[in-house]
């Protein structure tokens, strides 16, 4: 009996990653290198949030939470969307919380994808939104967002790849991996496009609290009209240092997280109690820890950027995220075969931009996700690096 | 945060950085970054740049205490005058005015308890306005100066998030 006979066609339909050989190679030099390479803040979360989860558990609270979440956490999400993005969503029928924002991602796509439907997807992006469309049965349609443009995706764009068979549009920014914000003129020209047109829109805004001066946040769901066609993606994991703990938030009209909510009942049910628990003390009283942790991010971009720069790497100023995408195309390699040297020669881990999406060939993801030494010693040896390569063309 | 304050947050946890590399993480030229250095030093607001030492694991490993002293305020000088005296002894690590139940404390380090004891009663208890002493050693140490000795070296996570 073969089971590969028994895969369905959905799950088969999921492409291998496009750099296996270089995930292998770096787990098996794990320990022995420096990481950045990691799309997980290196920060641990703040201890009065560990402490909200650790009196959680003392007190005994081991239950299910109501599918939706707890109303004081979805209330909590409520404030927040509203102090933090001017934005109103009904704690009730409107914010649903989940298993991470990957979770919501699914569910969403799930909920609204019909076999056949298209799925526009500006790339390079988060490596989960092809294959959850995929999964759904639709079709995913690329657009190449360019370093040329900043890695914006352009309106013009946009309207190309329309198609009376378009049902979802995919907004990832900021952008991982390229570190790209939207600025508000920019959604709003990507907004009229999409006025007159019969299609939804995710945005996932995870690094939403993550931009840097002069660049802010804009989401696609503030414009006039927007809002009822848009579900946020949201969440703790990037914010406040919470990936292990798995919680995020999707915010939209009623009928779409109703919707999602329906399979989210079934496939997970609700998310973990003790993390509800956490995320709503990170809510309350973790924005200092957010400030604290965007300013030592931003002191370590501004010097990963000079560092790329000054090792002869063009490199687009990403205003948003935590990472650094870097044009490696004057050495002639490819992005996995430059990630592999460095990672051999050097022993410094960063991920091939293809990971990302085909368009993200010809560039490496650098995540400043790590301590300021290991940034300083990594760049040290990026710039010897590249020189070798550059020298020997 | 000022960017007087945000260069010495900087150079307070690691003093190895250069005004260069500290110019380019707060987005200043590196010659104000240099004028703003040479006037911390010069107005002793950075006082010295050294390294921070984990002596137990080294040959060297002195003994640490840490002894609480009782004093009585002199007219006018207060415990100023007392206090300069103690800290004039090189043993004398650190030294400072406590509110509480005791005056000065006063850290030493020495190469052996029997050196701490014998300093402290030879060179502390008999000054004259010192009206006791007590001594604790430090048996452990687990975090000096903001750094975690028992901290692990190794990144707790995957080798590639994507």
Not at chain 1, 6 to 15: D, V
Not at chain 1, 55 to 66: A, V
Not at chain 1, 118 to 140: D, H, N, Q, R, T
Not at chain 1, 147 to 163: G, H, I, S, W, Y
């Amino acid at each position: 009996m073969n089971l590969n006979d028994f895969l369905s066609t959905n799950s088969k339909s999921i492409p291998p990653s496009a750099i296996r050989r270089f995930f292998d190679l770096a787990n098996e030099m794990r320990g022995q290198v420096i990481s950045l390479s990691i799309g997980e803040p290196d920060f641990v979360t703040p201890i009065d949030i560990r402490e909200a989860g650790i009196r959680s558990l003392e007190q005994g609270n081991t239950h299910y939470s109501p599918n939706q979440g707890f109303i004081e956490l979805r209330e909590a999400i409520s404030d927040y969307m509203k102090r933090r993005f001017q934005l109103r969503y009904d704690a009730s029928h409107e914010i649903l919380v989940t298993v991470g924002g990957s979770e919501a991602i699914d569910l969403f796509v799930r909920a609204v994808v019909n076999p056949g439907d298209e799925v526009i997807i500006p790339e390079p992006c988060f490596v989960s939104y092809k294959s959850c469309v995929l999964l759904a049965g639709g079709i995913p349609v690329t657009i190449p967002c360019r370093q040329e443009d900043d890695f914006k995706l352009r309106p013009e764009q946009l309207q190309a790849a329309l198609t009376p068979r378009t049902k979802l549009v995919f907004l990832g920014f900021p952008n991982n991996p390229t570190g790209a914000v939207l600025e508000k003129n920019e959604v709003e020209a990507l907004a009229e496009v999409l006025r007159n047109q019969p299609v939804l829109v995710l945005a996932d805004e995870l690094y939403a609290e993550l931009t840097y001066e002069p660049a802010s946040h804009c989401s696609i769901a503030a414009v006039p009209g927007m809002r009822d066609r848009t579900v946020i993606i949201n969440g703790f994991s990037k914010a406040f240092a919470m990936t292990g703990w798995r919680i995020g938030f999707a915010c939209g009209p009623q009928e779409l997280i109703g919707a999602m909510n329906k399979i989210h009942q079934y496939a997970i049910m609700s998310s973990p109690t003790t993390a509800q628990e956490a995320a709503l003390v990170a809510l309350r009283d973790g924005e200092n820890h957010v400030v604290a942790m965007r300013e030592e991010y931003n002191r370590r971009r501004r010097y990963v950027v000079q560092a790329c720069r000054d090792a002869g790497l063009a490199c687009f100023e990403p205003l948003g995220a935590f990472y650094v995408f870097p044009d490696i195309r004057p050495t002639g390699m490819t992005s996995s075969a430059f990630c592999e040297a460095f990672l051999s020669e050097e022993k410094v881990a960063i991920v091939p931009g293809n990971a990302f999406g085909d368009c993200g060939e010809g560039f490496v993801r650098i995540s400043y996700a790590a301590s300021m030494e290991n940034i300083i010693k990594a760049m040290q040896r990026l710039k010897a690096f590249v020189g070798r390569c550059i020298q020997h063309d | 945060m000022e960017k007087r304050e945000e260069i010495l947050n900087l150079l307070e946890r690691n003093a190895k950085l250069t005004a260069a590399e500290i110019a380019v993480m707060i987005d200043r030229p590196v010659e104000e970054v240099e004028a703003t250095i040479a006037s911390l030093e010069n107005a002793n607001i950075i006082l010295g740049y050294r390294a921070l030492v984990n002596w137990e694991k080294t040959v060297a490993a002195p003994v640490t205490a840490l002894i609480e002293v009782r004093v009585a305020p002199q007219r006018d000088q207060g415990f100023d005058n007392i206090a300069q005296r103690i800290c004039r002894f090189p043993q004398v690590k650190d030294c400072y005015l406590m509110s509480g139940s005791f005056d000065l404390m006063v850290i030493i380090e020495d190469a052996s308890l029997k050196d701490v004891a014998m300093f402290v009663s030879e060179k502390i208890a008999p000054l004259e306005a010192v009206i006791s002493t007590g001594t604790h050693f430090i048996l452990k140490k687990y975090k000096m100066n903001g750094t975690e000795f028992f901290g692990q070296d190794d990144d707790p996570r995957e080798a590639v998030i994507l």
